[in-house]
């Protein structure tokens, strides 16, 4: 069973929800359920609450499905072929309000990088959530990045699966700028565009914080292991 | 008799939309995507193809299986919104005969499931400004013993009068928001549809003694 959240995407066109799919499989690849439902029974442009309702029982995992549309009507139909599942499943169904292609991939990158349900969705939907749980009075630590590349791709993938094994709540940000991220979203990591020679603050509150903050200071440190 | 009325419910509001397909279709090019006569039309066909298994049922499970057909084979707005309206009374519906104030509250629960769907309420150019006059007015006449003929009258005047406001309205809600000021000084087609379906019910009611 897959433990990555699902994506499910809805549009009026079948060529656009298949193209996104497309897009985000790509990106994806078999790790994340993904399926979509576009046009109606005819063939036309339309919505169909039967092949949503399909979709969303063929990609179900109990880490839950986030849903992307496309206007009005989609989202009417995916909100009421949701409401025909059980109530221990709709719990955990989002429908993002963020731009179909745009919000399908960062969801897609998201998932695939582990993040869980809540996270996809805030991802998704360009909000910043879970951001002010830290009080400014815990104190932040400076890590310099010495990685040619900086905090991109490889390094953002371990940095975030390191900061996901602990419970702490860690955040991290560019010493820079101010608004502090979730430093368990690979999403929200790659987007600080921390490259080399740039300072990192890192935070984090919880049973095991310490550790985590030092563990990944020393990650930084030590170049990603590369 | 009540088996004879569902099959004069489903054959007059299926008659209703394939004459004014047309109509709902060229309203909805002026302010959405011009699928509303279609859309409407194979909903009402699809409920129309299952009338014989429709007929067979009481009131509240013919209400339901009927916006479950809407729901899934509209393809459109429309779709979900019918849908909830009829599946939104069934759940308030009666097991046997069906009094005017058991209706009332049978309709109001169906508006109120609209209003939860479409996130939308009066004065926003939708249905919604034919639903809820005709809900109140009924709700109002329910309380007042007045016959058959004034209250059949009643419901026709407020639905009428609710299309006609939402002329000057503009939308807030559904593809037809898109054109901001543009889309006043059309009628709305969902509200157009909802008020030739009322009018097509009123008459069938007042016609046939089985729907009485």
Redesign the interface.
């Known amino acids: 069973m897959s433990d990555n959240v699902g994506v499910m995407i809805v549009s009026h066109s079948l060529a656009v929800a298949s193209g996104t799919a497309e897009m985000v499989r790509q990106i994806g690849g078999d790790n994340i359920p993904i399926s979509f439902a576009g046009?109606?029974?005819?063939g036309?442009?339309?919505?169909?609450?039967?092949v949503i309702l399909k979709g969303l029982q063929e990609i179900w995992t109990e880490a839950g499905i986030v849903v992307l549309y496309d206007?009005?009507?989609a989202e009417?139909?995916s909100?009421?072929a949701i409401e025909m599942l059980p109530e221990y499943q709709q719990k955990r169904i989002k429908i993002c309000e963020a731009p179909l292609v745009e919000g399908a991939i960062l969801a897609g990158v998201e998932s695939c990088g582990g993040g869980h349900l809540e996270q996809v969705t805030s991802v998704a939907e360009k909000k910043q959530v879970g951001i002010d749980k830290i009080s400014d009075s815990i104190e932040s630590h400076r890590v310099t990045i010495a990685h040619p590349i900086g905090l991109h791709a490889r390094p953002a993938v371990k940095f975030t699966q390191l900061a996901k094994s602990f419970e702490a709540n860690v955040q991290v940000k560019l010493e820079e700028q101010t608004v502090w991220v979730d430093a368990k979203s690979i999403v929200r990591v790659m987007g600080l565009k921390a490259r080399h020679g740039k300072v990192l603050n890192l935070r984090a509150t919880g049973c095991d914080a310490a550790e985590a903050v030092k563990k990944l200071i020393v990650l930084v440190d030590t170049n990603f292991g590369e | 008799m009540k088996a004879k009325c569902i099959n004069l419910l489903i054959t007059g509001t299926a008659t209703c939309i394939e004459e004014h397909r047309e109509l709902l279709t060229e309203l909805d090019s002026k302010i959405g995507?011009a699928?509303h006569g279609i859309?409407m039309l194979?909903g009402f066909q699809a409920i129309l193809a299952i009338s014989p298994e429709l007929s067979e049922l009481n009131f509240g499970e013919a209400l339901k299986k009927a916006g479950m057909t809407m729901?899934?084979?509209?393809?459109?707005?429309s779709?979900?919104?019918y849908?909830?309206l009829l599946i939104g009374m069934s759940k308030a519906t009666p097991q046997e005969e069906i009094n005017l104030k058991e209706f009332v509250v049978m309709l109001e629960k169906g508006v109120d499931d609209v209003k939860k769907?479409?996130k939308s309420d009066v004065g926003e150019k939708t249905m919604l400004d034919v639903l809820v006059p005709v809900s109140l007015q009924l709700k109002e006449d329910a309380n007042n013993i007045i016959d058959k003929e004034q209250l059949i009258k009643n419901i026709i005047i407020q639905a009428e009068k609710g299309l006609e406001a939402t002329r000057l309205m503009q939308a807030t809600?559904?593809?037809a928001s898109f054109l901001g000021e543009r889309s006043i000084g059309h009628l709305d087609p969902g509200a157009m549809s909802i008020c030739l379906l009322i009018k097509t019910i009123c008459n069938i009611i007042n016609s046939h003694k089985e729907c009485t």
């Open positions: 046009g109606n029974a005819d036309g442009l339309g919505t169909d609450v039967e206007l009005g009507s009417m139909s909100e009421a | 995507d699928d859309n194979r729901l899934m084979k509209v393809g459109g707005a779709g979900p919104l849908g909830s769907r479409g809600k559904g593809r």
